[in-house]
């Protein structure tokens, strides 16, 4: 199309009015956007098109059309040619880069919601845009890396201690060398000094180590993470050694749910109804002394009958009770890795619609913006936990040398 150099407004409109065309606003935009690139090139070269001037410096010599993005769809854009020199719009058009700026964030918006690729195609092109490839999607998220570097790498120091921390993994598939390969996604949450969950940190790993745990943990620990009290988890072994290596002063929790699970495994279909009530009945009981108590019923229950679950049981006592030396008004909020199942969640239902990740840049840019926007929305929210029970939870009784309890600091008495 070539642009016109005169345009009568009146006749313009009158004209598209009366043919109450679908296009309309698309059609008025375009024959405006080109007025004014034609009337724009005339000042480039000092004169007016097709007339004569001894002030012009150059001649026009045709158009060359590009597509532009906008909210009501693609338009083409005829931008004039010069004989001599260059002219191109730099306040309309980016180089290589056309879309409007307010369309890169709402491709962003809908990456982040999870919305596939596919239907993000569908949807743009209801909008009356036909020239947004995939690859064009995949670029403009990029732009999310620079925020998802600032949250991955941020220091901890300032927010701590955290108190209580959880760890898990995800799998994810990404495609490498020419093949699909599950990836591993370790997160870390905690709660802060003001008694709030934070996502602490994640990495992306080829698989779920001790190597990949240990240098997960020693990253958290070089941001500033302190004050570690106690740490929730699966039994995974890489990740209970590298919780013992890089977090010497803390406990560790196992999870109560994915304890049950593995507690089933070496019981009987028909006795796990009964075993699997007494379990929970352990954890159903107010103060520690209870606790233990219960706990040793369900180990009488179990000795003569299943000895296969009463040793299960037996050697992971400790493990599965460690919530108990913590005040009882928090115990739910340590004694399993639930809240981290539903942040799982969150991630899954984001990046199921993708489906498989073309690299792992991507999986640690969308999760990683996921993770971001969650601790934000955990900061506005409510607390975790009270901050009076959070302190109580930072006191440590030791035995003084006149046999009498003495309440410290766990970080003055970490060596004792």
């Known amino acids: 199309m070539t642009a016109p150099h005169i345009v009568d407004p009146a006749g313009l409109l009158s004209e598209a009015l009366g043919d109450a065309s679908p296009d309309l606003l698309r059609s008025l935009l375009q024959t405006m956007i080109n007025a004014l690139l034609s009337a724009d090139a005339d000042a480039v070269v000092g004169a007016e098109w097709g007339k004569p001037s001894p002030d012009r410096t150059a001649q026009r010599n045709g158009y060359r059309h590009r597509d532009l993005d906008t909210r009501v769809g693609t338009i083409d854009v005829a931008v004039p040619k010069l004989r001599q020199g ?42 009356g845009i036909h020239s947004l490839s995939k690859s064009q999607v995949s670029r403009m998220a990029a732009e999310l890396d620079e925020h998802v570097a600032q949250f991955r790498h941020r220091p901890l120091g300032d927010a701590g201690p955290f108190t209580f921390v959880a760890a898990d993994a995800l799998t994810i598939k990404v495609r490498e060398g020419g093949r699909v390969i599950n990836a591993v996604v370790l997160v870390a949450t905690g709660v802060n000094a003001d008694g709030r969950r934070e996502v602490l940190g994640l990495r992306v790993a080829t698989s779920e180590t001790g190597a990949a745990w240990n240098s997960f943990f020693a990253d958290l620990v070089a941001r500033g993470l302190t004050g570690v009290r106690l740490v929730t988890s699966d039994a995974h072994q890489g990740l209970v050694a590298a919780i013992a290596a890089n977090l010497p002063g803390a406990a560790w929790q196992r999870c109560r749910t994915h304890y049950a699970a593995n507690l089933m495994s070496v019981c009987p279909k028909s006795m796990w109804p009964a075993v699997k009530a007494m379990l929970h009945s352990v954890y159903d009981q107010p103060d520690e002394g209870s606790v233990h108590a219960q706990f040793d019923r369900l180990l009488d229950y179990v000795e003569d009958k299943l000895p296969a679950a009463f040793e299960h049981l037996d050697t992971a006592r400790a493990d599965i009770l460690a919530f108990t030396t913590f005040p009882d008004g928090l115990w739910q909020q340590i004694w399993s890795n639930n809240p981290n199942e539903r942040l799982n969640r969150e991630i899954r239902r984001r990046t199921d619609s993708v489906g498989i990740f073309p690299n792992r840049d991507a999986i640690t840019r969308l999760v990683g913006a996921v993770l971001a926007e969650q601790t934000d929305e955990w900061a506005e929210g409510r607390r975790y936990l009270g901050i009076d029970i959070l302190a109580k939870s930072r006191l440590t009784l030791l035995p003084n040398t006149e046999n009498e309890n003495e309440v410290t600091e766990p970080a003055l008495a970490l060596s004792a």
């Not at 700026?101 to 709402?106: D, H, L, N, P």
Request: proline share 2%; with cysteine.
């Open 86 to 127: 260059t002219y191109f719009p730099e306040w309309l058009l980016e180089r290589r880069k056309r879309a409007e700026a307010a369309m890169i964030t709402v491709i962003a918006d809908c990456y982040l919601a999870g919305v596939s690729t596919r239907r993000m195609d569908k949807l743009v092109k209801t909008l």
